[in-house]
Each structure stands twice: as structure tokens, then as C-alpha cells.
């Protein structure tokens, strides 16, 4: 009989950080100018290899670039080949999820960068901040997107307990969908959340629970400085906003740059969004008073 899964009696092995990401390059003599002559990394090592493998595997070089604290960028140039059209780089958003991020100390360090990219000749794509990072981005000869990140608050209990909220709930979701449920928005994880956190609630109440961490704080001094919408303090870090009916929000208002906006609700909601756009939200209660 099989015993149930128990992650506690796994072994618990350390990771220390990055060795390296890797990538393919059809663009070797641009691929070295980009990162060692442009960026300035250190050529740092190489392998020149047969073919190894499947019997039509190309003869290769593997280099690595230094990146920093002992990690590496490194790259894969297999001679005499093509870019398949379905790795050709592409703008989608699902591509762009696959990217290189290199940590910096400040906003210090951030802004000398994004001075050595611009001199360098290299398109900023853009700057901006989301949430607890601050990164600039542009894309490599190959077109991989690249960022330059710093952080600028550590990562403490109430994120990995919020963090930890958020998947289960979304987990759950997706098991459900797999059950032919529907799931194609962020609000159902986010009322979820919700009726985890506060438990029986007033359905003619709207409710928004917010994690108390910097990014996040203008929403609490907003409601308490505002009058109509009452916060209560609840454990685990957490701040809920009542409105009755209902609660309005303006993002200039707040000053929330639109990357935090967007990501306003993560803490959970009661109610249903009836407004949601780049600068207003809305949140009705579940029912009508």
C-alpha cells in the first residue's frame, strides 16, 4: 500500500545561489562584443566540443561570462547551424517570462548602469519599478531580454506567509479547473484568500485585506485618513478595508506606480470587482444592501 507523500521526511540539501543560466547563440562574435566588450563581463571560460549524443548534434562552444558572486551567464554557439523559427525571439509576454535578472545593491548602482547602456549605444526598453524591485531592461543580440534589478526591501515572514496563501489557493483553482471549473482570472485566488482570512462576513460589505509591507501601505493611510471605509488589524500581518456598500479607489490618488496598481488585491478581497482599470478599481459587495 503507498504511503502518503510526506515532504518532511525528504533530504534537505542547501542551494547557495546561481551557477549560471544558459542559453543558445547562432551570433557569436556579436554575443562576446555584447557582454564582455559592452557590459563589461569577463570572458571567464570556455569548452569547444564534438558533438555528443543524439547522432545529429552539432560540434559547439559553451562560454561563460562572469555576472557577479560567483555566478555566470553562459551560451551554447553550435556550429553550422540555424535559428529554428520556433526559438526566434519574440515580444510576447510568455516569451519575454524567460530572462536573465542580475542583482544590484541600490538605486545607486541602478542608475549607473542604465548610464553604461545608454552610452553603450544599447535601446533601453524601459524602466520600472513593481512591487519590491526597481529594474531597468534591454535585450541582448539575440534578442533574450535582460534585466538589471535591485531590491528594496528584503523578503521577510509576512511575504513567504502571504506567498504562501496565494499559491495554495491558486493550486486549488487549478485543480479545480482540471475538474472542468472555470478559472481564467486572478480574482477567484484573490476572493479565496479573502474567506480564508476573515471566515463568516457580511455579504452586503465589500472587504480588501492588505499586507502591511511598505509597497502596500498607501492603501491602509488612505482608508484611515479618508474617513469612510474603517480598517481592523487582523493577525498574520494583515489589514482589512471595509466599505459599505462598497470600496473606490483612484491609482494617482495613491501613487502607485502602475506595476504596484495592478497588484493592489494580492492580499484578497471580499466582494466582486466590478471596476478594474489603469487608473480606478472598484470592489461591490456580494450582495446588494
Not at 509597497?215 to 488589524?233: C, H, I, K, N, W
Amino acid at each position: 500500500m503507498n504511503q502518503p507523500f510526506n515532504p518532511s521526511l525528504l533530504a534537505r540539501p542547501v542551494l547557495r545561489g546561481v551557477h549560471h543560466t544558459a542559453r543558445p547563440t547562432w551570433k557569436l562574435e556579436d554575443t562576446v562584443h555584447f557582454y564582455r566588450d559592452l557590459l563589461g563581463l569577463p570572458l571567464v571560460h570556455a569548452i569547444s566540443a564534438r558533438g555528443w549524443g543524439p547522432a545529429d548534434h552539432a560540434d559547439f562552444l559553451h562560454f561563460f561570462f562572469d555576472s557577479g558572486n560567483g555566478s555566470t551567464i553562459a551560451f551554447f554557439y553550435y556550429i553550422g547551424t540555424e535559428r529554428p523559427d520556433r526559438l526566434a525571439p519574440s515580444d510576447h509576454y510568455q516569451e519575454r517570462a524567460t530572462h536573465t535578472a542580475w542583482q544590484v545593491a541600490d538605486a545607486v548602482e541602478l542608475a549607473a548602469w542604465r548610464t553604461r547602456v545608454e552610452q553603450a549605444g544599447i535601446d533601453l526598453r524601459y524602466q520600472v519599478r513593481h512591487e519590491v524591485i526597481e529594474s531597468i531592461y534591454f535585450n541582448d543580440p539575440n534578442g533574450y531580454p535582460i534585466e538589471i534589478t535591485y531590491q528594496t526591501r528584503p523578503f521577510g515572514a509576512l511575504d513567504a506567509g502571504d506567498a504562501t496563501r496565494t499559491i495554495e489557493a491558486a493550486i486549488e483553482l487549478e485543480r479545480r479547473a482540471s475538474a472542468g471549473e472555470a478559472f481564467g482570472s486572478i480574482e477567484p485566488v484573490w476572493q479565496r484568500k479573502g474567506m480564508q482570512l476573515d471566515g463568516p462576513h457580511d455579504a452586503r460589505v465589500a472587504s480588501l485585506f492588505v499586507l502591511d509591507v511598505p509597497e502596500f501601505r498607501p492603501l491602509v493611510d488612505t482608508a484611515r485618513q479618508s474617513g469612510p471605509y474603517p480598517t481592523t488589524t487582523l493577525g498574520d500581518g494583515y489589514v482589512r478595508i471595509d466599505g459599505n456598500p462598497g470600496i473606490a479607489l483612484n491609482r494617482r490618488a495613491l501613487g502607485f506606480k502602475p506595476a504596484v496598481w495592478y497588484g493592489a488585491l494580492t492580499g484578497g478581497l471580499i466582494g466582486r470587482i466590478a471596476r478594474f482599470d489603469a487608473d480606478d478599481l472598484l470592489i461591490d459587495p456580494t450582495e446588494q444592501a
